[in-house]
């Protein structure tokens, strides 16, 4: 069986690309399993797959821990391929890619093989895109940045690994 894996980086085409893999997958007959999404394909609430929890990473670590013994029972049907889409929020890439690697390890041993796919996007264009998407409600800048509503936007234009105000001519203007 081919795995394929996408882990879907908001603003980088996610949707598009997210939308192309379950077209795959009804094309192909093919099992399509969401990190995002509802088996009936809407979407989970902010509160509950997306959110940090210990409960969602061990739920998505379990999935990948036991990926190649339900490959190899037949649980996805003996279909030739498996589409994954993982949504960003969490647990993000960098908390389950040791179960990512070792769940491709373990595959191969067995025949099988994961890719792992990610699309990105220049940075500036991204976090104008970013902050133009989650800001559209919003009164200013300030009022968005002081919010809780996207943490990973708050983490960048709050850390101190990037100068905020070199970039703010570019992003609103």
Known sequence: MKVFYYY???KCGGNFVMRNLVKMAEELSCPFKSF????????LSRKSDAVPSLANTKKLTYFLD???GSI???????????FIHH??????LKEVIPHIKKCSTRLEKQGDKLYLLVSVREPVKWLRSK???NNQLKEDCRHYCHSS????????????QMNFEKYKDVLFN
């Open 87 to 92: 949504h960003h929020r969490f647990p993000g």
């Open 36 to 43: 995002h999404r509802h088996d009936d394909g809407t979407f």
């Open 66 to 68: 036991n990926l190649p």
């Open 149 to 160: 509503a996207d943490t990973d936007m708050n983490f960048i234009m709050n850390t101190k």
């Open 72 to 82: 190899r029972r037949g649980d996805f049907d003996n279909s030739p391929y498996l």
């Open 131 to 133: 902050v133009n998407y």
């Open 8 to 10: 879907h980086i908001s």
